[in-house]
């Protein structure tokens, strides 16, 4: 029984929600999201109270795993189109820096290069100083994925603390050999 899954979505004033086929498609006043369901489950939009409700054909545990995975996938877009989602990466060390070169991300982070990543369609990158990046996008799956592999590029290192790490990510630092004896 998927607790997940039988909660309906409610759907605001300003999203409009259309239903093709297996395609949903979600428009709201940040942008429009689509997705491409499983066949396995069931996508319905009722319209006197305004939500979309998932069902699942039968107990199979295929059928259980997706009809909460589908909501959760319908409930991220609902909401990422009125408010979008944000992750804010910080990037420490001495001489560790972000600039934005057009369309790409670049990194200073200890390396000879600079490392350039490219920013995906439908997220914006802010950089408020060199030291703090912030993503937003009505994607949910965009944001995360994108922040990760900035994240991977140097991820923070537990002597120092040096590297891209997430806003108020917990570091656990060890003690260096001075220390050990």
């Known amino acids: 029984m998927s607790r997940i899954g039988n ?10 929600v259309s239903l093709k086929g297996r395609t949903v498609t979600v428009k709201g006043p940040v942008g429009t999201l689509t997705l491409d369901h499983h066949p396995g489950v069931t996508v319905a939009i009722e319209q006197d109270p305004a939500q979309i409700v998932v069902s699942r054909p039968d107990d199979a545990r295929q059928s259980r795993a997706l ?3 589908t909501r959760s ?3 991220n877009m609902v909401t990422g189109v ?11 060390g001495v001489g560790y820096n972000a600039s934005m070169q057009g369309a790409k991300l670049a990194l200073q982070v200890g390396f000879a290069n600079t490392i350039t990543l490219p920013i995906p369609p439908g997220v914006t990158c802010e950089l408020p100083s060199g030291t703090l990046i912030i993503l937003k996008s009505p994607d949910k799956h965009a944001v995360g994925q994108f922040a990760a592999n900035i994240r991977q590029v140097r991820p923070p290192e537990p002597y120092k603390g040096k590297g891209v790490r997430y806003q108020g990510e917990q570091i656990r630092r060890k003690a260096g050999k001075a220390f050990a004896k």
Not at 7 to 16: C, L, M, N, S, Y
Not at 82 to 92: D, G, Q, S
């Open 7 to 16: 909660k309906p979505i409610a759907i605001p004033d300003k999203v409009e």
């Open 67 to 69: 009809h909460g995975l």
């Open 73 to 75: 996938l319908l409930n």
């Open 82 to 92: 009125v408010t979008p989602f944000e992750k804010r990466l910080e990037v420490v």
